[in-house]
């Protein structure tokens, strides 16, 4: 599975920006997807997944706030985030896994695939 994330820029706090994730090469809708992100001089945290189960997780601090989608016959993944904050700013990256647990996974060592990442700043 190779992954392309899209959609980060300079916003403003409060803003809004939707991330997307296009899938290529396997059977998308088999596969488990998570969101990360890094901010910097941090390590790489577990922001949000939803599995194929149509499941979903999410880091404590933007729950209410994120809100992660999927659409199996497109082969992407979404990350919508509302009510953005400067802490959010991070460098986003989208992961995939082949689907096996009704569970949500958050540990990065759990995914096999990465996209390469797409920077959200966010300004006060």
């Known amino acids: 599975v190779q992954l392309q994330a899209s959609g980060g820029g300079l916003v403003q706090a409060g803003d809004s920006v939707r991330l997307s994730c296009a899938a290529s090469?396997?059977?998308?809708?088999?596969?488990?997807m998570g969101w990360f992100r890094q901010a910097p001089g941090k390590e790489r945290e577990f922001v949000a997944a939803i599995n194929t189960f149509g499941y979903t997780d999410y880091l404590e601090s933007v729950k209410g706030r994120f809100t992660v989608s999927r659409d199996d016959p497109k082969k992407e993944v979404y990350l919508q985030m509302n009510t953005l904050k400067v802490e959010d700013t991070a460098i986003y990256y989208c992961?995939?896994?082949?689907?096996?647990?009704?569970?949500?996974?958050?540990?990065?060592?759990?995914?096999?695939?990465w996209g390469q990442g797409t920077q959200v700043t966010v300004s006060s």
């Open positions: 090469g396997r059977t998308f809708s088999n596969y488990d």
């Open positions: 992961a995939g896994r082949y689907g096996t647990r009704i569970s949500v996974q958050r540990d990065m060592s759990d995914y096999d695939y």
